[in-house]
């Protein structure tokens, strides 16, 4: 007996989201179908509509995006492409062909002017050219009438791709011996990407079934804490797997590395209505310690 399968189109395919999602593994008579730019051209509406129409998927998600904070500050026109007219041009078909969109957004559409985690009917005001193009996507993308849930989160980290995680890693192991200088008055919300990851895999089935989430929600590692402070836990990780001498780590101010996009002091962001709907917490010390040895084992062996 045959199985009618049913597809989930996963806008993206290498990034680190993406890749997490391809890593998962999907119910029976699930196919998860990931558009990469050699099956999807995100800068063509129509070409996205007649994509999606004849896949007939029974959930959208969209990881694509210009994430490249500091690039998209000289990119404008095109992380306003990838960023606001994609979500809303994914949103406009969902909406045509009567399916849910999941679509992943940032703590960066955020001030970061804050002493508590943010919520999510909290007041947007980004302050770099990468988080104004996620919240024009995210206010586009909830224009359209389709049913969509938009899922804020932040500070990914995994096995997969460039993130903060493999950079610091990078320069604990480089062997130099020099300080490592990371800034302590940012503060945010870790994320373990796979763990992320394995939530929107859920909440796209369950939409697929007919559930109703709310249009915004956060989903992001518990519990805040400063890059410093992250990264004497990765220090922590590597010396419990036996690693060597480690470089010193050296506190310093966001005044004191500039950089060309201006980011939020604190933009943590509170899941507590993302748990409430039975979603788990992502507890980004409790995946940190596998994590970091999985990771030194892959560049000892590299």
């Known amino acids: 007996m045959s199985i009618a399968f049913r597809t989930i189109a996963v806008i993206g395919r290498n990034g680190q989201l993406a890749r997490e999602l391809a890593d998962l593994t999907w119910p ?78 940032t703590d960066y559409v955020f001030s970061g002017r804050h002493n508590m985690p943010y919520r999510e009917d909290d007041v947007t005001a980004p302050l770099s050219v990468y988080g104004q193009s996620k919240r024009a996507g995210e206010i586009a993308a909830l224009a359209a009438g389709a049913r969509v849930t938009i899922l804020r989160s932040g500070g990914l980290f995994g096995r997969h791709g460039s993130n903060f995680l493999k950079t610091m890693l990078a320069k604990a192991t480089a062997g130099s011996g020099d300080p490592v200088r990371v800034v302590a008055d940012q503060i945010s919300t870790p994320t373990p990407t796979a763990a992320l990851a394995a939530t929107l895999q859920q ?97 000892i062996a590299a």
């Open 203 to 299: 909440m796209a089935l369950d939409m697929s079934a007919g559930r109703v989430l709310p249009t915004l929600l956060h989903d992001a590692g518990t519990k805040p804490v400063s890059w410093f402070d992250f990264t004497d836990a990765i220090f922590a990780a590597l010396a419990d797997v036996g690693f060597g001498k480690l470089p010193p780590l050296v506190p310093v101010g966001v005044a004191d590395y500039p950089r060309p996009a201006p980011r939020p002091l604190y933009s943590a962001l509170d899941s507590s209505l993302t748990h409430s709907l039975g979603y788990p917490l992502l507890d980004w010390q409790a995946a940190l310690p596998s994590l970091v040895a999985h990771l030194t084992k892959e560049r």
């Open 28 to 105: 029976g008579d699930i196919r998860a179908r990931f558009l990469g730019r050699g099956e999807i051209n995100l800068f063509d509406p129509d070409a996205i509509t007649a994509r999606l129409t004849a896949l007939q998927p029974v959930a959208i998600i969209n990881t694509a995006a210009h994430t490249a904070v500091d690039l998209a500050e000289t990119e404008p026109v095109l992380a306003m492409q990838l960023n606001a007219e994609v979500p809303a041009t994914l949103a406009a078909t969902a909406r045509r062909i009567d399916v849910p969109l999941l679509h992943v957004s």
